[in-house]
T-cell receptor, first 111, second 117 residues
């Protein structure tokens, strides 16, 4: 069953602004991943953070993980119109490589 | 990077017919593949885990006789929606992991939009 909750459900910003998306989960994890999905397409892996890590960076992406609060955040800095997509967090709570996805955040970046 | 090819990308069929969706790992071997279902503007719901050479493991509430999964080789898994009905209309996505990889990253197909009339 789906266990992740993400907020906000939808986010609309202007180009150049930062976008922050949050994800909460319910059970213990080994890692948490963030994926991006363009409308009607498959998912693309963005970043993976392990349970013993607190923060990770990849280009304009910054992910934090707070295992005590069972939450994670994804920050996209200096957003671009091309960042418009849905973003999902996923945990390995289902077992090895068996990902459980959050509800997702639909991000719209306006030029 | 690893590529997962999913075919077809879109299919329209009549109620009562069966539809087969293929998921191929093009440049790596995948012992395990996963099948997800996604409703519009919703998250991905894991349907089943497809294991090469053995029976698929279905999630609770997913009818195994309705959604037949075959994983006959290390590069191919198929999902057959049998006797499709309009309520089966959805976006189906497969994913796979490279069995030689040490990380847990999944590679996803581009999805199949199924519309049952």
């Amino acid at each position: 069953s789906q266990q992740g909750e993400e907020d906000p459900q939808a986010l609309s910003i202007q180009e150049g602004e930062n976008a922050t998306m949050n994800c909460s989960y319910k059970t213990s994890i080994n890692n948490l991943q963030w994926y991006r999905q363009n409308s009607g397409r498959g998912l693309v892996h963005l970043i993976l953070i392990r349970s013993n890590e607190r923060e990770k960076h990849s280009g304009r992406l910054r992910v934090t993980l707070d295992t005590s609060k069972k939450s994670s955040s994804l920050l996209i800095t200096a957003s671009r119109a091309a960042d418009t997509a849905s973003y999902f967090c996923a945990t390995d709570s289902g077992g090895y490589n068996k990902l459980i996805f959050g509800a997702g955040t639909r991000l719209a970046v306006h030029p | 990077g690893a590529v997962v090819s999913q075919h077809p990308s879109r299919v329209i069929c009549k109620s009562g017919t069966s539809v087969k969706i293929e998921c191929r790992s093009l440049d790596f071997q995948a012992t395990t593949m996963f099948w997800y279902r996604q409703f519009p503007k919703k998250s991905l719901m894991l349907m089943a885990t497809s294991n090469e050479g053995s029976k698929a493991t279905y999630e609770q509430g997913v009818e195994k006789d309705k959604f037949l999964i075959n994983h006959a080789s290390l590069t191919l898994s198929t999902l057959t929606v049998t006797s499709a009905h309009p309520e089966d209309s959805s976006f189906y996505i497969c994913s796979a992991t490279d069995r030689k990889a040490t990380n847990e990253k999944l590679f996803f197909g581009s999805g199949t939009q199924l519309s049952v009339l």
